[in-house]
């Protein structure tokens, strides 16, 4: 994997990971946080109807949209870190696409529970299809972490 790496190919992986794809992951979850916030307190006011007024295509952009954009940053990040497509993911943006005008019209809590189901789905189809990825990615860790704790355990043999 990406464990023995030279420096400079790491620092860019390690760059374009954090900075360019985490950003608009980071940059959609306060963006749906904010958009559901708004969302519940208009919910919460005594004159709304019990499940809410349909959402409307602003709602249904700032969740359903910022949702998908963020899975699409997960994707991105795993085909830049691990060079492979997750194809789970993109198939839930592509379900949330199709789905959000049929939820914009739909009241809000009820596509907001549409929404929640959608992103559990897309999550355990994504957990079944990693096909033991994390596992051996765990191992390569605790791989390079024994193997550094050793080089520091001869360092301080010899210096100490």
Sequence with gaps: ?????????????????????????????????????????????????????PLGGFWITVLYGGVGLYLLSLAACALRALRTVHWPLLAAVAVLALVAPVAARLPELVALGLLAALCVAAMVAETLSENGRRRQIRRLALEEQIAAEVEQSRWRRQHL
């Design 1 to 53: 994997m990406h464990h023995t790496r030279e420096p400079v190919p790491r620092a860019r992986l390690a760059r374009d990971v954090y900075t360019y794809l985490h950003l608009p992951m980071v940059a959609r979850i306060i963006f749906f946080a904010l958009g559901l916030k708004d969302l519940l307190a208009e919910a919460a006011e005594p004159d709304t109807p019990p499940w809410g007024v």
